[in-house]
């Protein structure tokens, strides 16, 4: 992190509890209504939201209100045209009950790269930053202490302006709304190695958190759970031949101890936190990590050389969930039993231990308070 992220999470600090915008509690918690024990993820939501408004160049209506629909005109240019970005995020309660947010000033970073890629406005870092941490404080008791459970957040920001024509808006709303979850995937995954289909292009809008990149997933998707699938993983669009990312989150493959992930020179794969924090974490270990394109071949021969050890994903929503399979054009690819792996295993452990403050944060990873 700059010294100026330190200097501005030292000030974000010093705020915390404090009101800054006006805050209209419920009146009817649904709190007691929810079962902690089977959480699934995405399906409840807390009692609070988040609410800002851009409008003539300024943010304005600012403030935390309970949670409910929203009233839209038929005409929101945002469900026309599809400009809406989003981020995912998580707080944690500790093995101390203190709560944290895991390193989200990347996700900041990444939903104002977003917005510039989708010609919308940027999001003030304390607006992002003081929304966050005060709807958290406001629904702590809605975090969950289940060991793999935690307050899923969601912010988005997305055209309003009542306007059927193609052009950038004028007329933002950006709401944090925040969701009590458990994991994302119950079990190990097979995968479709897409050979048809596209999620992103050189040019494209790959890299950024945008709607209309989860829209175009979701056809390819339900064809793939159809035939047996848990998710697709995405391959280039010009040769259907290297790795990009999958479904939900990023790939990685294990080949002879060195740990490979796609590169994000290209701009057509989400530069994903946990994968961030997975190559920061992989280099200290001093183990070999490798950002560069992996092609199917590559995998494929190194299956047949016995070289292929493990195959596993990253991401906020996933974790890590280990893959159990690949299959490109009929052909099944599988890596070493996964009671033989090194790598995955200890990464979900080492990221687990540091979400849930067993071991010390050194990297500072943690916004811890409360």
Not at 7 to 19: D, M, V, W
Request: proline content about 5%; hydrophobic content about 40%; aromatic content about 12%.
């Amino acid at each position: 992190m700059s010294s100026d992220s330190s200097e501005q999470r030292n000030a974000i600090s010093l705020k915390r509890g404090k009101e800054k915008w006006p805050v209209k509690k419920t009146e009817n918690s649904r709190l007691a209504e929810v079962d902690f024990d089977h959480l699934n993820f995405g399906k409840v939501f807390s009692d609070h939201m988040f609410v800002a408004k851009y409008a003539n160049g300024a943010w304005r209506e600012v403030g935390i209100e309970p949670y409910a629909n929203l009233s839209l005109s038929p005409a929101t240019s945002a469900l026309h045209y599809g400009q809406s970005i989003f981020e995912g995020m998580k707080a944690y309660r500790d093995i101390n009950g203190r709560i944290s947010l895991y390193r989200p000033e990347m996700n900041f970073e990444r939903i104002n790269k977003s917005a510039k890629r989708m010609a919308m406005p940027a999001i003030p870092y304390e607006l992002f930053m003081d929304g966050i941490w005060e709807l958290v404080q406001l629904d702590k008791d809605w975090i969950p202490n289940k060991e793999g459970s935690s307050l899923y957040i969601r912010p988005f920001l997305f055209a309003t302006d009542p306007f059927i024509g193609v052009s950038p808006g004028t007329e933002y709303t950006f709401l944090i709304i925040t969701s009590p979850s458990g994991a994302y995937y119950s079990k190990p995954l097979d995968l479709l190695v897409a050979d048809y289909y596209v999620r992103a292009a050189e040019g494209g809008v790959g890299e950024a958190k945008a709607a209309i990149n989860y829209a175009a997933s979701l056809y390819p998707a339900e064809e793939a759970l159809s035939r047996g699938f848990d998710q697709i993983l995405w391959t280039d669009a010009k040769e259907h031949k290297y790795f990009q990312e999958c479904g939900t989150m990023n790939m990685w493959v294990v080949i002879d101890g060195v740990a490979i992930t796609p590169s994000l020179e290209k701009h057509t794969v989400l530069p994903g936190v946990t994968r961030e924090s997975i190559i920061e974490i992989l280099r200290d270990r001093n183990i070999p990590v490798e950002e560069r394109d992996i092609s199917i071949d590559e995998v494929i021969q190194a299956e047949k050389d016995g070289k292929l050890d493990e195959l596993f994903g990253s991401g906020t929503a996933a974790n890590i969930i280990y893959v159990n399979s690949l299959q490109y054009k009929g052909l099944k690819i599988e890596p070493k039993p996964s009671n033989q792996w090194k790598i995955a295993p200890s990464l979900l452990k080492e990221l687990n231990d540091i979400h849930y403050g067993r071991i010390e944060d050194t990297r500072n990873w943690m916004w811890r308070g409360y």
